[in-house]
């Protein structure tokens, strides 16, 4: 009797010893093959330095279809691992349907989404958002990432595959202070700044931002380089007025001393204003004085327009019904649509590009380091110029045999120690110090000035990358921000935003047609089973009792 005393004794103790240390040790293993619910090593450094509480509010509380209970699971677990790194995450999730207009009046807006249960299509809306609050700041997180032109289960899979990124980069934002510097380029006729303002505004999230112009370069040029030194990062946004040498070499001096450079040039002049008013509009090539100075870090921009079957639409007013102007969109071959290679964090994960009247950029062999980061489709076309761009193109049928250019690089990443556009060289004006040649160093050159700027309606800017007319969202602003991103080598973010993750969802056509089918076999097969363990259990019985 003692004895089983003893036993009972030592198994209490031992249920107790392994529920106290489970409670103090949490380990969580991934057996997934995705590796979906492991934490990268950058999440990992922001959550465990948080030293005060951050609280989360998630708005995924209700009845919703089995897709949206995925994405309502999959975040939940992913706060739990936030949470069980760092005990001062906390989070709740809510019930939107009370607080609705409250939502909506913080800029958190509904989305009305179909859904096919049972054979029936039904609607229904949902407040796919949750809000992150650290001290005095809050930071709203989309939940339900809007990729243009796919399914709802491919835009359920990218919305569960971009958690990390979007919760991550919301709480790096309201709990780490600004620290990097940003130039906007003035003076050389780049676009006003109601066309960046919503860039201007999303990335005054991160750095701090300020309008600088080589204006002073022309009586104090020494002091211009100074302040421009100042700065991390140089944005130029379509100059359309030519760069004096000065000018240049104060850029070129600006990146010898490691300062990193975001090029949007159009080198043909073709702007949409003067084709809406006409109908035609001339494309010719727009001297900025930039040609040698590109050259020498081994690229070219060409006076040509690169034309894509695969491509956005243009917006025309096509006729009157009573006093009412009707519009109507139509595939415009000078705006390609540029869908992402993912072979970069710059554009891994972004939707499609939506540029304007782009131009070919030529990679020269030298030792810089080349990564094209966005390209045309292998149904491209090459205009030369100057020539006649006129919309009554639209109502041409395209021969696909004409679009045989290939993949023409429009935007490249160069990477490595760059040589000074003057070595050896006369130089514009005297400066103390002046370097030859950098350190590794970076610069992205992209051959459209539009890729930055928004579309304004009511004289108000929109936001980057959505179409006015026809509200389509492209992936212009993600891959601008990643771009600032990893120049400013904010890199482990982008990091996170590169995973992916497979989700697994039913064929509803599939499972509706069998579903008296599967119904009958869970029913019937465990009971089959239970049976048949019987007959077995009872046969074996009776031979040993025989």
Known sequence: ????????????????????????????????????????????????????????????????????????????????????????????????????????????????????????????????????????????VSLLKDIFSNTQNEQLESSIQNLEFAFTN????????????????????????????????????????????????????????????NYDLAIIAKPTEKFTEQEKYTLDQFIMNGGK??????????????????GETLAYPRDLGLTDFFFNYGI??????????????ITLATGKIGNKTQFNSFPWKYYPLVISTNNHPININIEAVNLKFPNEIDTLKNHIKKTVLLQSSALSAKVGTPSIVSLKSITQKEDPSKFTYGNKTLAVLLEGKFIS?????????????SIEKSNLNKMVVISDGDIIAND???????????????????????????????????????????????IDFLNKQKAYKEAKKWQLINILFPLFLLSLGGLIFNYFRKRKYQ
Not at 183 to 193: H, Q
């Open 300 to 313: 070219r921009i060409n006076p040509t327009i690169i034309t894509d079957l695969y491509s956005s639409q």
């Open 456 to 502: 304004i309606a009511n004289g108000q800017p929109l936001e980057l990358g959505v179409d006015k007319w026809t509200n389509q969202q492209y992936g212009n602003k993600d891959f601008i921000l990643n771009t600032v991103n990893y120049l400013l080598d904010d890199t482990g973010l982008l990091n996170i935003r590169s995973k992916k993750i497979t």
């Open 261 to 278: 450079t975001l090029w949007m040039i159009d080198n043909v002049q073709a702007e949409l204003d003067s084709l809406m008013q006409t």
């Open 170 to 229: 919301a709480i790096h934002k309201v709990t780490t202070k600004k620290s990097k510097k940003i130039a906007v380029l003035k003076g050389n006729g780049e676009l006003d700044d109601i066309y960046i303002a919503d860039f201007l505004k999303k990335i005054g999230e991160y750095y701090y931002l300020a309008p600088f112009t080589l204006d002073s370069v022309a009586t104090q040029p020494q002091k211009t380089v100074h302040q421009l030194a």
């Open 1 to 140: 009797m003692k004895n089983n005393y003893s036993k009972i004794s030592y198994l209490v103790v031992g249920l107790l010893l392994i529920n106290f240390l489970s409670s103090k040790v949490y380990q969580r293993f991934d057996l997934t093959e995705d590796g979906r619910y492991t934490i990268s090593e950058t999440s990992r450094k922001i959550i465990e330095n948080i030293h005060e509480v951050v609280s989360i509010k998630v708005y995924l509380e209700g009845d919703f279809p089995a897709e949206f209970k995925r994405l309502q699971t999959e975040t939940r677990l992913h706060l739990e691992e936030l949470k069980a790194l760092n005990k001062k995450i906390q989070f709740r999730f809510i019930n939107p349907s009370e607080i609705g207009q409250e939502l909506i009046d913080k800029g958190m807006q509904p989305s009305s989404l179909q859904v096919q249960e049972n054979g029936k299509l039904s609607e229904i809306v949902l407040f796919p958002f949750a809000e992150v609050s650290y001290k005095n700041k809050t930071e709203q």
């Open 421 to 433: 556009a003057y070595y050896q060289r006369v130089k514009p004006f005297n400066l103390n110090n």
